[in-house]
């Protein structure tokens, strides 16, 4: 068989699986552009009727989405750098050091990644209301770390393995101290590894719902998926046309940026998954 | 990790070197593993205990734990026939879920890794439902399966088909369907990962000698393919177990659980209870059913792990 035959067939076998992938995406670009009187009538077709951006502009400047997708992106930063900035030095202890009890932390990190937040949401929320956090995305920020931290261990852990040791210990014979050599040479060395799992627990805390609709308890400091699921609750008649304009925006960027980084994902994730 | 066994005795010769440095090993090891701990017992820790004190006293609506009652929260919740429908659904809920994502995934894994004409394309479009919330993800099907407004239905109507405004999840059995298919949907992209780590770990010369050896590509599928997949395919299962299971949003945003709680999982009812009618130790022994429940699945997954990383050794 020929590659270009072979790759018809490859196509055709995928594309029922592809179809129902980007249905969603149809109707969010397709609903987003049309105006209101397009969606609630009888003859509904999938073009707009203009290339219509409206819909944008009231979300944003009547709406109040762009807060919404303010205070997500200040949790999603929040996060990533909270979780990194314990997630590292773990990890370099790890895979760098004698750690005692190195199996007995690496198997309690690992159940922790396996507990949704959601079973213990009724005990996180009262921790946090106790210290007076609720309403307050510092609580979020924290909760995202604690919870997406076991990942980015394990995901460091693996890139920093493929990191020679030579190149650290000849720093260190050249006289740089440990923490030198870890700024200077190791640091530089993991930085594709650190990027992508920054990327990684960025996107898993811009996109969290649970934890983000429990901890924050008014409208204004909704974060983008909680604020788009709101909306589907609160009004009569549901105004679909700005709701699917806020999940487009608020979820192509993040697509995006996921899509970049996805060949790194299957090549760390199998090995994370298998040791 | 292969990396890991080459730096072994590298590491035990270079914790005596640092040492000479003047640098305590082990201690300083753990102070740089102190905030990572730290962070996870308070925020994870502290919780479990807290639930776990919950379902064993009486709790007032407004949180206040009153004294201690056994397991009285237990015999309440089990008592309670919406609890145990939320229990059963869980079940069918979390087999339908992982069975259809594996059937689907493993033949989407195998085309994707063979070489055709824009793969990468491909396998970009195959892992985009990973990368969206699936808060919203269940928002946009709950447009798309709207009776009266979704795109569904319009396109539905428009090959001729009869459902101008058929009310997808108004009937329960309906609902859970879509949401059975909308969970396969959103588990794909990762069990096609793991799937794919594990399909290209297969070394190509394996193939190369049967190939020599006149087998037929189906037979080296069943002889080489399926065995060498087999751990792989054990690591997807046991995660995706845990992962549908515990899975909150789509239920949630799309039925609430309803009509008539025949939507709700264990996850939802546990949420309600605690937050729509102020049950906490109702919710609490339904989170520690489930806490315990998901410990069961996180030592079968390590377990699994740890049998194949010693076979890996050999």
């Not at chain 1, 055709?12 to 609630?40: C, G, H, N, R, W």
């Not at chain 2, 009937?171 to 990762?190: H, K, N, Q, Y």
Request: charged share 10%; glycine share 6%; with cysteine.
């Amino acid at each position: 068989m020929t590659k270009a035959k072979k790759s018809l067939v490859c196509w055709a076998l995928l594309s029922p699986f592809l179809l129902v992938v980007l249905f969603p995406y149809a109707t969010m670009l397709s609903t987003s552009l049309k105006q209101k009187d397009e969606i609630f009538t009888f003859h509904r077709t999938w073009l707009p009727r203009e290339l219509y951006l409206g819909n944008f502009a009231e979300l944003i400047f009547e709406k109040g989405f762009g807060r919404a997708l303010a205070n997500s992106l200040a949790i999603s930063v929040g996060a990533t750098v909270l979780s990194l900035a314990v997630a590292i030095p773990a990890a370099y202890a790890l895979t760098r050091m004698r750690v005692p009890g190195k199996g007995a932390l690496t198997n309690y990190l690992l159940i922790t990644q396996m507990i949704s937040p959601i079973v213990l949401i009724v005990g996180l929320f009262r921790m946090f209301a106790y210290f007076g956090l609720v309403n307050s995305l510092l609580s979020v920020i924290i909760a995202h770390s604690a919870f997406f931290m076991a990942f980015a261990v394990w995901m460091l852990q693996s890139y920093f393995a493929t990191i020679p040791k030579d190149l650290e210990e000849a720093a260190w014979i050249d006289g740089a101290g440990r923490f030198s050599a870890f700024i200077r040479v190791f640091l530089p060395l993991c930085l594709p590894g650190i990027v992508v799992t920054a990327i990684f627990t960025f996107v898993n805390s811009w996109n969290e719902y649970a934890m983000s609709l429990t901890l924050l308890r008014q409208v204004t400091q909704q974060t983008a998926p909680v604020q788009i699921a709101f909306l589907t609750g609160t009004l009569y008649q549901i105004e679909w046309h700005l709701i699917m304009a806020a999940t487009l925006l608020a979820s192509v960027p993040v697509a995006i940026v996921f899509a970049s980084i996805q060949r790194y994902l299957i090549g760390g994730m199998a090995l994370g998954g298998v040791k | 990790m292969p990396g890991i066994e080459k730096t072994a005795p590298r590491r035990a010769l270079s914790a005596g070197r640092s040492s000479k440095m003047g640098l305590p090993g082990p201690a300083f090891a753990l102070i740089l593993i102190a905030p990572c701990l730290l962070l996870s017992v308070a925020v994870i820790g502290y919780p479990i205990f807290d639930v776990i004190r919950m379902s064993l006293f009486d709790v007032s609506r407004t949180g206040v734990v009153r004294e201690f009652s056994g397991l009285a929260n237990f015999a309440k919740a089990f008592a309670d026939p919406v609890f145990l429908q939320a229990a059963r659904q869980t079940v069918i809920w979390t087999v339908c879920v992982v069975a259809g994502t594996l059937l689907v995934s493993v033949p989407i894994a195998l085309i994707l890794n063979e070489d055709f004409y824009g793969r990468t394309i491909a396998r970009t479009i195959v892992l985009l439902p990973w990368a969206i919330s699936l808060a919203m993800t269940a928002v946009v099907w709950r447009y798309v399966v709207n009776g009266d407004f979704g795109t569904l239905n319009m396109t539905l109507a428009a090959l001729g088909l009869p459902f101008e405004n058929y009310p997808w999840l108004a009937d329960a059995r309906m609902a859970f369907l879509i949401e059975i298919l909308i969970g396969i949907l959103v588990s794909v992209p990762f069990t096609v990962t793991i799937l794919l780590g594990g399909l290209t770990s297969i070394p190509e010369s394996l193939y190369e000698a049967s190939a020599i050896d006149g087998a037929a590509s189906t037979r080296s599928f069943y002889y080489i393919t399926l065995p060498l997949l087999w751990p792989f395919m054990q690591i997807a299962l046991v995660l995706n177990v845990i992962y549908v299971f515990n899975s909150f949003p789509i239920i949630w945003i799309m039925t609430n659980g309803g009509p008539a709680n025949r939507t709700d999982i264990l996850i939802t009812y546990v949420y309600k209870q605690a937050f729509a009618f102020g049950k906490l130790g109702n919710a609490a022994a339904g989170s520690m059913v489930m806490f315990a429940i998901l410990l069961v699945f996180a030592i079968v997954y390590l377990f699994l792990t740890r049998a194949q990383g010693a076979k890996n050794d050999d």
